[in-house]
T-cell receptor, first 119, second 112 residues
Framework: AQKVTQAQTEISVVEKEDVTLDCVYETRDTTYYLFWYKQPPSGELVFLIRRNSFDEQNEISGRYSWNFQKSTSSFNFTITASQVVDSAVYFCALSSRPILTGGGNKLTFGTGTQLKVEL | ETGVTQSPTHLIKTRGQQVTLRCSSQSGHNTVSWYQQALGQGPQFIFQYYREEENGRGNFPPRFSGLQFPNYSSELNVNALELDDSALYLC???????????FGPGTRLTVT
């Protein structure tokens, strides 16, 4: 069975601080995919990144960066110089390669981390 | 915005009633997945439809059922509503063999 753990329920920072959101996953699959989604108060989940299990290169996109470490089954997300607009719930998710060709696959989500960025 | 739309936005039903939620997938996508998100929790996978066939199901009872239409839009039906069915229902669409699922704004269902 797959499992995603986000131990941080809520994090509060002051604007311009850096913040790291932790994600630890469990899976027996050798090929899998990791995701981060952002959920603002409006409720819509916004896709941020997908990472393949065979690609451990870290990635940076603007103020966002992701650190994937297979050895510790972690996929952490860092926001540099946080802004008030970053306030949201952030979800880490996991999926395996599809059983059937095509159609994508189901996502297993963590319980989310509520990030509050204050002025 | 993702181009995935859901209707209605909000819904209030009474225990025992039936409800139908609708989702229009993003243009070019042939797969729709449904998730239930209870307050303070992460989304839970209900089922997925690929080219009008059910393609995987989560741990939900048979009173949760679905359909996908030739234009790849989808419906989620829930019979015999229970109080615990109160949640945000999210629909996500994806392209054949793609892994990024793009979510709609959700339908907030309240069962009283």
């Amino acid at each position: 069975a797959q499992k995603v753990t986000q131990a941080q329920t809520e994090i509060s920072v002051v604007e311009k601080e850096d913040v790291t959101l932790d994600c630890v996953y469990e899976t027996r699959d050798t090929t899998y995919y990791l995701f981060w989604y952002k959920q603002p108060p409006s409720g819509e989940l916004v896709f941020l990144i997908r990472r393949n299990s065979f690609d451990e290169q870290n990635e940076i996109s603007g103020r966002y960066s992701w650190n994937f470490q297979k050895s510790t089954s972690s996929f952490n997300f860092t926001i540099t110089a946080s802004q008030v607009v970053d306030s949201a719930v952030y979800f880490c998710a996991l999926s395996s390669r599809p059983i059937l060709t095509g159609g994508g696959n189901k996502l297993t989500f963590g319980t989310g981390t509520q990030l509050k960025v204050e002025l | 915005e993702t181009g995935v739309t859901q209707s209605p936005t909000h819904l209030i039903k009474t225990r025992g009633q039936q409800v139908t939620l609708r989702c229009s997938s993003q243009s070019g996508h042939n797969t729709v997945s449904w998730y239930q998100q209870a307050l303070g929790q992460g989304p839970q996978f209900i089922f997925q439809y690929y080219r009008e066939e059910e393609n995987g199901r989560g741990n939900f009872p048979p009173r949760f059922s679905g359909l996908q239409f030739p234009n790849y839009s989808s419906e989620l039906n829930v019979n015999a509503l229970e109080l615990d069915d109160s949640a945000l229902y999210l629909c996500a669409s994806s392209f054949d063999s793609g892994y990024e699922q793009y979510f709609g704004p959700g339908t907030r269902l309240t069962v009283t």
